[in-house]
């Protein structure tokens, strides 16, 4: 680490010192991010070297462009819809079905934040919502798992998918809704 730049400064502190001649500090971002960034990916992509690939993909990109990153904006949500962007791209070149792994949010499809408590069956199955998220359009799942695994809030996500906040809200108020039909369809059969 540099001795000039203390590992406390913000992000966007940082990203300003890059800019200003110390290329080599970037990595402090890298450091800040890898781990995070990496689940994100992993969520969707099994293979653990494809992962790292997007990834590193993503980081590149993040380092050519930090110029035009805005210091007045959030770096996270631009480190993450550059790693969204490239996640994209790899499943649209290969084709492949997303498959989101972290089942810790399982449980919170029914909390009070979505209001779904009082009209999902409790006893449904983990694999059954991972079926029903995988049916819904690619822009549906980002959202929901954007706003599930990653606890990110309408503005967040509106910046990673670039999209309106207030279209934010209503993609993830109709995945829920999208996603109730599909259990209850699956509790029927």
């Known amino acids: 680490m540099s001795s000039e730049i203390p590992s406390s400064f913000s992000d966007e502190k940082l990203v300003a010192h890059v800019r200003d001649g110390s290329p080599q500090d970037f990595r402090l971002l890298v450091e800040r991010y890898q781990q995070k960034l990496f689940s994100y990916v992993r969520s969707y992509i099994q293979d ?22 805005d210091c007045n904006k959030s770096f996270s949500a631009w480190a993450y819809k550059i790693a969204h962007n490239e996640l994209i791209n790899y499943i649209r070149k290969h084709k ?13 499809i029914a ?7 009082d009209e999902l069956d409790t ?10 998220i995988r049916q819904l359009p690619m822009k549906y799942q980002e959202v929901i798992v954007l706003y599930y695994f990653y606890n990110k809030d309408h503005k967040e996500i509106s910046e990673i998918v670039s999209s ?7 993609r993830i108020s109709r995945a829920k809704d999208k996603l109730k039909r599909q259990l209850r369809k699956g509790d029927r059969q």
Not at 111 to 117: I, P, T
Not at 123 to 132: E, P, S, V
């Open 48 to 69: 653990h070297s494809c992962s790292e690939d997007i990834l590193q993909e993503a980081f590149i990109k993040m380092y050519i462009n930090i110029n035009t990153f």
């Open 96 to 108: 492949r079905e997303i498959t989101p792994k972290n089942e810790t949010w399982v449980g919170e």
């Open 111 to 117: 909390d009070d934040r979505l209001s779904l408590e």
């Open 123 to 132: 006893t449904f199955t983990k694999d059954g919502l991972h079926r029903a």
């Open 164 to 170: 309106h906040p207030s279209t934010i809200a209503t």
